[in-house]
C-alpha cells in the first residue's frame, strides 16, 4: 500500500530522515534544529547554514513531495502563522536587547490593530450584557484557558454566578448542560484550539445565549454570535503574541465593573468585609 505523504513540513522532514544520504541528513537536522529559517531564507542561505550544496537543498525539498525550494518555504511561512511555535524558531533569535525591542514594537502593533478594529459601543453592550445574564460562562482551551480564568476572576468581583470551563474533573457537558437563553457565555477563540472549542461555541450559539467570541481566528466571523472580537496575535518569535488578547479581556472586565452599579459595589464590599474576617490578605 502507497504510504500518504504527511501533511506538515516538520512531520515531512522526520519521515524521510533514516533514508537521508548524510550530507542531506545533516540539512535536515538544521532544519529540524532551527525550522523558522526556512521561512525568511533563500535556498543559498539555507545551503550555506547546513554547509551544504544548493543541489543537496533542491534534492531534499523534492524528497519532502515539494516541487521547489519556494513551494517549501511558503508552506512553512504559512504553517509558521497557524501552527505549532516550533516553525517560528530560527537561528537569528538569540540577540536578547534586539529581540525585546522587536516584542515590544510588535505588542505595540498588534494592540493598535486590535483597538483600531473595536466598534465604540461593542465593550460596553457586552458589559451591561453581562450584568442582566442568569449565568456567565467563560470557556478557553490551550492558551485560551488562562486568559478565561483572569477574565472570570475579575468579573466575579461584581458577578456572583460565573462559571469558567472546563472545569477540573468534570466533561465540558456536564459543566455547560445548563446553558440556557438567559445566559452570555464568552468563548475565546485562539489558533490551533483543540476541535471541541469550535463545538462548544456552536453549542453555546444554539442554545440561545449570547455569545461573545473572542480570538484571531477568522474563521469565528462566519459563527452567528452577537460580539465577535478580532484580536491581532502577530509574533516576532517563537510564540504567538497574546498581549491583545489579555488587553481585550482587561478592558472588558473594567468595563463590566464599572457599570455594575449599586448591586455591584455592594458585593465588592462584601468581598472585602470577608477578607477582613478571613484575614486572607
Known amino acids: 500500500m502507497k504510504q500518504r505523504t504527511p501533511k506538515t513540513f516538520m512531520a515531512r522532514v522526520r519521515a524521510i530522515l533514516p533514508d537521508l544520504h548524510p550530507t542531506e541528513r545533516r540539512l535536515a537536522e538544521a532544519v529540524l534544529d532551527f525550522p523558522g529559517d526556512m521561512a525568511g531564507y533563500s535556498a543559498s542561505e539555507i545551503a550555506e547554514l547546513a554547509e551544504v550544496s544548493n543541489a543537496t537543498v533542491s534534492?531534499?525539498?523534492?524528497?519532502?513531495?515539494?516541487?521547489?525550494?519556494?513551494?517549501?518555504?511558503?508552506?512553512?511561512?504559512?504553517?509558521?502563522?497557524?501552527?505549532?511555535?516550533?516553525?517560528?524558531?530560527?537561528?537569528?533569535?538569540?540577540?536578547?536587547i534586539n529581540t525585546a525591542g522587536r516584542h515590544l514594537d510588535q505588542s505595540r502593533a498588534n494592540l493598535d490593530a486590535t483597538y483600531g478594529s473595536l466598534a465604540s459601543d461593542e465593550i460596553d453592550s457586552l458589559a451591561h450584557a453581562l450584568h442582566k445574564a442568569r449565568r456567565v460562562w467563560l470557556a478557553g482551551f490551550r492558551a485560551g484557558y488562562p486568559l478565561a480564568s483572569y477574565l472570570g476572576w475579575q468579573i466575579t468581583q461584581v458577578l456572583p454566578t460565573v462559571s469558567v470551563v472546563p472545569r477540573p474533573g468534570e466533561t465540558l457537558a456536564e459543566s455547560v448542560a445548563t446553558l440556557s437563553t438567559d445566559d452570555v457565555a464568552i468563548v475565546l477563540l485562539l489558533r490551533r484550539n483543540p476541535k471541541i472549542a469550535w463545538s462548544l461555541a456552536k453549542a453555546a450559539v444554539d442554545s440561545g445565549a449570547q455569545v461573545a467570541l473572542i480570538g484571531d481566528v477568522p474563521s469565528m466571523e462566519a459563527l452567528p454570535a452577537r460580539w465577535h472580537i478580532t484580536c491581532t496575535t502577530t509574533s516576532s518569535g517563537p510564540l504567538l503574541n497574546h498581549v491583545s488578547v489579555m488587553a481585550v479581556c482587561n478592558l472588558v472586565a473594567a468595563r463590566c465593573l464599572e457599570v455594575s452599579g449599586p448591586s455591584g459595589r455592594k458585593r465588592m464590599g462584601d468581598i472585602e468585609d470577608m477578607h477582613e474576617r478571613l484575614a486572607e490578605l
Open 59 to 96: 534534492r531534499f525539498v523534492r524528497k519532502l513531495g515539494y516541487t521547489s525550494y519556494d513551494e517549501a518555504r511558503k508552506a512553512v511561512r504559512e504553517e509558521g502563522r497557524t501552527g505549532s511555535a516550533l516553525l517560528r524558531f530560527g537561528t537569528g533569535q538569540n540577540d536578547t
